[in-house]
């Protein structure tokens, strides 16, 4: 594991921070490097779970994930690539699937609202200030409700920050995600390396 600037070692956790690195040991068999990043900072951390969890209960778990993906791809974020294409490939996508969604979701076989919907998180992650109104009436066409567009909104702008603090610090993808298929593996690898 990797990080540009120093992190709390699970030996060494206290507090808030050893609560957290419990947590993710409960859920997912070790301290991930997402809580890691933040370890110096363990409240702001909770604050931002906090904030993602607020986000992503008021949106189905396709369309989060979609928006998510869209956001993390637009970016090349290998960690959030491999964390939110695993929670795709858990929830029915084919490796197929989800290598079409990655090369061009265009073409991917999604709904035109989901395309959509994926067009318009890229814009929010690429350029915010880019957005007009036609962007709106197209997603209002499709078939968002402003809350629907709100929420993709906001989900986008999370993923940008998260995804430019783990990319900025260095830090690694979980080594969970070196268990996924290969074919999965390979096709959600962005703009920075993760070996298997």
């Known amino acids: 594991m990797s990080f540009f600037i120093k ?5 060494e956790a ?16 070790i301290a991930s490097n997402t809580t890691r990043s933040f370890s110096l900072f363990p409240e702001t951390w909770e604050a931002f779970r906090g904030l993602m969890g607020g986000i992503r209960k008021r949106m189905r778990l396709r369309n989060y994930e979609l928006t998510t993906m869209a956001a993390a791809m637009e ?6 690539m491999l964390a939110h294409g695993a929670v795709l ?5 084919t490796p197929e699937q989800l290598e079409a969604l990655v090369k061009d979701f265009h073409h991917a076989g999604l709904e035109d609202k989901e ?15 880019s957005t007009t109104q036609a962007d709106f009436d197209t997603l209002r066409k499709a078939g968002w409700t402003d809350e629907d567009i709100l929420s993709i909104t906001l989900a986008a702008a999370v993923r940008s920050f998260a995804s430019k603090v783990f990319d900025s ?7 969970i995600y070196k268990d996924l298929d290969e074919e999965t593996h390979h096709v959600l690898i962005g703009k920075r390396p993760f070996i298997v």
């Open 115 to 129: 395309v959509v919907m994926m067009e318009y998180a890229q814009k929010v992650v690429r350029e915010a200030s």
């Open 7 to 11: 992190t709390v070692p699970d030996s």
């Open 169 to 175: 610090l260095g830090a690694d993808p979980d080594a």
């Open 14 to 29: 206290t507090g808030k921070l050893r609560e957290l690195y419990d947590a993710d040991i409960k859920d997912l068999g």
């Open 75 to 80: 970016m090349g974020c290998t960690f959030c």
């Open 89 to 93: 490939r858990k929830n029915s996508f």
